[in-house]
């Protein structure tokens, strides 16, 4: 579903678009949306989407895709010159996420349900996460700029609220996070924002 609402996009003057690999969610955006059906990790970008946006913005995206790298690239295919990307991701190495990655997506959609009942397919679906670059490192940042982006940067945030209805384990989660964010030990991080320019 699209970030913005209609009374934003119409006062900001700007041309909106969604974009999804599947078709069926694109047809949940209301109809005031251009809506574009790729896959933002797959070959190429089409040829009528390039260099035609001045931001791109993923919210939740970044882990599903199975090549992080790819879909840089494609998004720097997205983008005019001096466009902006910005991507908010969950960050591997944190332990909802880690628990996420390892167990079958069976195990792991009837264990989102139990934690997050509204999670479900007609409403919020899960997807399979791959976490391909959803690490805050040196590497992440090398291969992001190697693409031929500049002012990269990368903002780890810790917490999150998988554990809430598990109190002894949310302790323990929550302390977890606040001695890796006193040592600087962000590949612990639980969130990311990538954000750079074209």
């Not at 005019?80 to 959609?109: K, M, T």
């Not at 934690?115 to 409403?123: C, G, S, V, W, Y």
């Not at 809430?164 to 302390?175: C, G, Y």
Request: include cysteine.
């Amino acid at each position: 579903m699209p970030l913005l609402a209609r009374r934003e996009v119409d006062q900001l003057g700007v041309r909106y678009a969604v974009n999804d690999v599947i078709q069926s969610e694109l047809d949940r955006a209301p109809e005031w949306v251009h809506k574009t059906c790729f896959d933002i990790a797959g070959k190429d970008v089409p040829s009528d989407e390039r260099g035609r946006y001045d931001l791109v913005i993923s919210k939740m995206v970044m882990e599903h895709v199975t090549d992080a790298e790819r879909a840089y690239k494609n998004t720097f295919d997205l983008l005019r010159e001096g466009g902006i990307f910005l991507n908010y991701h969950p960050v591997l190495y944190s332990i909802p996420f880690v628990v996420n990655w390892l167990l079958p997506e069976q195990s792991s959609r009837r264990l989102l349900r139990l934690l997050k009942p509204h999670r479900h397919a007609d409403d919020i679906p899960k997807f399979p996460a791959r976490y391909s670059h959803c690490v805050v490192s040196d590497p992440t940042l090398k291969m992001i700029r190697d693409i031929g982006f500049s002012h990269v940067n990368l903002f780890a945030f810790f917490g999150h609220v998988y554990f809430e209805k598990i109190p002894v384990i949310r302790r323990l989660d929550a302390s977890l996070n606040n001695w890796a964010m006193r040592r600087k030990h962000y590949w612990l991080a639980s969130y990311c924002y990538a954000l750079g320019q074209k």
